[in-house]
């Protein structure tokens, strides 16, 4: 399960499930990748769908669809 894991850590997903919170530091893609779509990320019993594209200044995050009581920060 080290992908799950190294997706994570790539993308500075930080989940508070229990504040009901989701903080996203200074998410990266690596030099490869230049759009990444995340689908259903559960968090506490909420559930987001997030889009991080590469763009001029880094990594933009994009929240498509959140279901649920769920905050996003994006921090960068």
Not at 43 to 54: E, H, I, S, T, Y
Not at 57 to 63: F, N, Q, S, V
Not at 70 to 75: F, G, R, S
């Amino acid at each position: 399960m080290t992908v799950p894991y190294l997706i994570q850590t790539m993308l500075g997903l930080t989940p508070e499930g229990l504040d009901g919170r989701l903080r996203i530091i200074r998410p990266l893609l690596p030099e490869f990748v230049d759009r990444l779509e995340v689908r259903r990320l559960q968090v506490g019993k909420a559930r987001a769908d997030l889009l991080f594209q590469r763009s001029a200044r880094g990594t933009a995050t994009d929240i498509l669809r959140i279901d649920g009581d769920l905050e996003i920060v994006v921090e960068d």
